[in-house]
């Protein structure tokens, strides 16, 4: 299933990408969105950690065709509700430490982003104010699908885990490096993780590290990169961080970014008002923001 969320910011509601119908000049097409908002509230916490996965692909099976289509010129929402928590992963992949001038970690480097940075797919990116250093990042997202402690082991994530999306970690690297203080600081200005188009289910995808990613800058490739390469796969993550905290069910966690980041050029070129990104993860869609000034 591809859970997409639509309409004004604030005021989202459900729905689905189906599967089998025509592609666009997004990569889907929006005439692909179906509203289901008269059987589900949101795409949250409640839904994720009541079962709701498992009611919506009864609805689906039973009456996909027949769920309303959602207008073309509605907004594309981040495809699930506001997290309670977006936990990133620093340095995980090697030659992105590299680039960094940073050694490869021994263990996941975790860091925290204010989970009112989610926007979506295609909303408008801000450069805040005084920023000369605003850098791009694409990164797999994984949506936790229920609240979670203490695993067992790395095979025990794979059920705790409700799918995959694309995540565009942005980041202000003045901020970030050079301000003192933790990372967070340079990753939590607003709109700084756009999120979707949609929320692959995790039985979509059959292998969550073998994933070509891609971003583009002004229609120019920045950053190209694979999964396979992360120094800490998806599960070993999920099992990591059940050990230090509990996860919950719609939690978002952003994996690490493939080499190419602004900061790594030579010399480092970082984002402008009036510069567009467009993001790819295979089998979860593009996403494209433009920026503006704060």
Not at 175 to 189: A, H, I, N
Not at 190 to 210: H, R, V, Y
């Amino acid at each position: 299933m591809r859970l997409v969320r639509f309409g004004a910011p604030g005021h989202e509601k459900p729905g689905v990408v189906l599967s089998d119908q025509g592609h666009g000049d997004k990569g889907f097409g929006d005439k692909r969105r179906k509203d289901c908002s008269a059987h589900f509230k949101d795409w949250d916490h409640a839904f994720l950690q009541g079962g709701g996965l498992a009611r919506l692909a009864r609805l689906l099976a039973d009456s996909a065709n027949s769920l309303p289509d959602v207008p073309e010129s509605e907004r594309w929402g981040a495809c699930v509700a506001r997290p309670r928590k977006v936990i990133c992963i620093g340095l995980n992949f090697s030659d992105h430490a590299a680039e960094s001038g940073m050694p490869v970690p021994a263990e996941p480097i975790i860091f925290m982003k204010g989970s009112n940075t989610v926007i979506g797919p295609y909303d408008t990116v801000l450069i805040p104010r005084g920023s000369t250093k605003t850098d791009w990042e694409v990164e797999l997202g994984v949506v936790i699908g229920r609240d979670t402690r203490y695993l067992a082991s790395v095979a025990d994530a794979a059920g705790a885990i409700a799918g995959y999306c694309v995540s565009n970690d942005v980041s202000e690297r003045a901020f970030q490096l050079e301000r003192g203080g933790q990372w967070t600081k340079g990753k939590s200005c607003d709109t700084f993780n756009p999120l979707g188009p949609w929320l692959s289910t995790s039985d979509e995808i059959s292998d969550p590290q073998a994933l070509g990613m891609r971003l583009d800058v002004n229609g120019a490739r920045k950053q190209t990169g694979n999964t396979r390469t992360m120094v800490f796969g998806v599960h070993h993550i999920v099992h990591y961080l059940s050990q230090f905290m509990t996860l919950e069910a719609g939690d978002l966690i952003s994996t690490g970014t493939p080499p190419g980041v602004g900061l790594g050029q030579k010399p480092p070129k970082f984002l402008g008002v009036g510069d567009v990104m467009e993001l790819e993860i295979e089998g979860l869609g593009v996403q494209r923001q433009r920026c503006e000034a704060a």
